[in-house]
């Protein structure tokens, strides 16, 4: 099952969901969460401009027309500390199957954008944004905490020098905190198809949340193209066996009940 894949209602999306669902239905999967971005940074082109209504009325068509396959009104929604009350606030007035909890900036600043890091530097960044991972766990609005390491990806795309070292450190007590918590951790694939070269998060951060107790995975594609519905999951299950994880507790771990 892929829990997180996007459709025309994000704005980084061009694909119909109907794609999607005819990708996964073409694939074999059980099951397809459509989790478009829900946006409410003002630097963020998508701030503002999801339709719930629309959305909510193509996912109930498709529920109707594909009954072989499961599929689920989902949406990716954007935290931090500086628009919680707004994110509370859309999160307790709609009704969605799977909510994904995401974080994608640094005070503010979106993560693709250099000026993220200026000023206090690398490191300050990656400590701020786990902290509002953090923040986010302990807010406990969502289903499944998404792409938990998600800023390597921009550290590698931008070109910084970073410590990896660092990163697992800030990183460690929030991974913790979603196990404890008994939030579902999402292992996303879409760093094996960008500069990261691995899931979000990696071997070592899903050693962490197993050791912290944590059982709740689910598989996450993070697809904008239908044909990058359910990329990687085979790499992502090995990986997820190298973390630790064994036999049965794989596959029951990455069904969210």
Request: aromatic share 6%.
């Given at each position: 099952m892929d829990f997180h894949v996007h459709s025309r209602f994000s704005v980084d999306c061009e694909t119909d969901a109907e794609e999607m669902v005819l990708s996964a239905v073409e694939k074999g999967l059980k099951g397809i969460v459509i989790t478009d971005h829900v946006d409410f940074n003002p630097l963020d082109p998508g701030c503002g401009k999801y339709d719930y209504d629309s959305a909510k009325a193509e996912i109930e068509r498709l529920k109707a027309a594909f009954p072989q396959i499961s599929i689920g009104f989902g949406a990716e929604v954007d935290y931090s500390r500086l628009w919680r009350d707004e994110v509370a606030e859309t999160v307790v007035g709609r009704t969605w199957d799977v909510v994904v909890g995401a974080v994608h900036?640094?005070?503010?600043?979106?993560?693709?954008?250099?000026?993220?890091?200026?000023?206090?530097?690398i490191e300050a960044a990656i400590t701020g944004y786990f902290r509002e991972v953090g923040a986010m766990v302990e807010d406990d609005m969502f289903d499944i905490v998404a792409h938990v390491d998600i800023i390597k990806r921009y550290l590698e795309r931008l070109g910084f020098r970073w410590s990896r070292e660092c990163l697992l450190n800030e990183a460690g007590p929030a991974v913790e905190r979603i196990a404890s918590g008994g939030r579902y951790l999402e292992v996303n694939t879409s760093g094996l198809r960008q500069e990261a070269a691995e899931c979000f998060p990696g071997v070592e951060l899903l050693a962490v949340y197993r050791n912290a107790g944590g059982q709740k995975l689910v598989m996450g594609s993070d697809a904008h193209r239908s044909s990058d519905v359910a990329a990687g999951f085979a790499e992502a299950a090995a990986a997820v066996v190298r973390a630790g994880y064994r036999g049965r507790a794989v596959a029951d771990s990455l069904i969210l009940s």
């Open positions: 900036s640094v005070n503010g600043i979106p993560l693709e954008l250099r000026k993220a890091y200026e000023g206090a530097g």
